[in-house]
């Protein structure tokens, strides 16, 4: 259960603590120009220790490609890749190691193995999605030639929601945030929660752009269902909506529904997919993520023994993980299109290999 896709399969290994993380994408189409520079560049974009608004864990998150590319290019085989731990400190958690951290998955991942991995979460923790930007960021290689481009901002933090939607400027920022109106006041409740010991919660905005019409496979493979699956397997996730999600229980169907002139759609409330399959216009997705559960003030909880104790955590932890969030968002969602593309061109298979001179 550490796979997911169909025509193009990543598969990810390795914990918070151990010698690093890593991944194997699977369906590949030969061809493909690796650019290191901005998969680099994309790694950065999710690593810690950038401000103070993140995590103070500074890791290189430099990847290593193991196998699959030669001379610059995909050669159609496993793309292997590893991202090595180097700023690990286990001695946080040696104090907590009976514990179970309230709002973690210490609690389920005992009782269903029976093995408590303390340092950091082990495999639940965060550090995991490292392997899902690179395997993103190899997945938007992939849609470049197609004009598929993907963005990502922060739409909300503590309930302070941007009124304006400006990506130029969330690519700028140190908390990507989408409305340069609200950025300071979405920073102060970030700096709040982190001199409190506490930490906040946020939610994300995630577009592409240049989509075409048809991906998607009905009925058990759709389009958003497929979103779904993968953005609410992320930690933290706890709601994801897409188009106009939760409102759109609040209309009318006269309301609700986007309806069609000779040039195509006129309005864009099912965020791109109907049926669970692509329209053409843009995918939208709004992700929600719950505060960072390590806090530094003293709560309750039990230990692996049964009884009550007090858990007070150390470490270095993200005030508000929806802002790196964002981030391992939009590379889900690229990985999730260019799945569906390469499905959807089985058809088409001269397309492809002439895209990739193969």
Same mark, same amino acid.
């Given at each position: ?27 590949? #189409? ?13 790694? @950065? ?63 389920? !991942? ?7 991995? !303390? ?5 639940? %923790? ?10 993103? +960021? ?13 963005? %990502? ?7 302070? +929601?941007? @009124?304006?939607?400006?990506?130029? *400027? ?10 340069? @109106? ?25 577009? +592409?752009?240049?989509? #075409? ?48 002139? @000779? ?24 992700? *929600?993520?719950? #505060? ?5 003030? #003293? ?5 692996? !023994? ?27 969602? +690229? ?24």
């Amino acid at each position: 259960m550490n796979t997911f896709g169909e025509a193009l399969r990543v598969t990810t290994f390795g914990e918070s603590h151990g010698e690093g993380i890593g991944g194997v994408i699977d369906g590949l #189409p030969a061809g493909i120009t690796l650019d290191m520079d901005f998969l680099q560049t994309e790694m @950065q974009r999710r690593a810690g220790g950038r401000n103070l608004y993140s995590t103070q864990r500074k890791e290189a998150d430099s990847v290593e490609i193991l196998s699959g590319v030669f001379e610059g290019k995909t050669t159609g085989t496993p793309l292997g890749f590893f991202i090595k731990n180097s700023a690990n400190k286990s001695s946080d958690y040696d104090s907590i190691k009976n514990l179970f951290r309230p709002g973690h998955a210490d609690f389920t !991942y005992f009782k269903k193995y029976g093995i408590r991995d !303390y340092r950091g979460g082990g495999r639940s %923790s965060a550090r995991e999605t490292s392997a899902r930007v690179a395997a993103g +960021a190899i997945a938007k290689m992939l849609l470049q030639p197609f004009g598929i481009t993907l963005q %990502s901002g922060i739409l909300s933090v503590g309930g302070i +929601a941007a @009124q304006n939607l400006d990506f130029n *400027h969330a690519s700028k920022s140190e908390i990507f945030a989408l409305d340069a @109106q609200v950025e300071s006041a979405q920073k102060e409740a970030i700096e709040n929660a982190r001199n409190t010991h506490n930490s906040v919660g946020g939610v994300a905005l995630v577009r +592409a752009c240049g989509v #075409p019409c048809g991906l998607g496979e009905p009925l058990y493979y759709k389009l958003d269902s497929a979103l779904g699956a993968l953005l609410l397997g992320l930690n933290g996730v706890k709601a994801v909506e897409i188009g106009d999600g939760i409102e759109s229980a609040k209309k009318t169907g006269a309301q609700n529904n986007d309806a069609m002139n @000779q040039k195509g759609f006129m309005s864009n409330h099912c965020g791109g997919i109907l049926g669970g399959i692509s329209t053409g216009g843009e995918i939208v997705l709004r992700v *929600h993520f719950k #505060p960072t559960p390590s806090i530094f003030l #003293p709560q309750q909880t039990q230990d692996i !023994y049964g009884n009550a104790v007090e858990c007070n955590i150390k470490g270095r932890h993200d005030p508000c993980i929806a802002v790196r969030g964002s981030v391992v968002c939009e590379s889900s969602l +690229a990985l999730i299109l260019a799945d569906m593309l390469l499905l959807n061109a089985t058809s088409k298979l001269e397309n492809l290999q002439k895209i990739y001179n193969v």
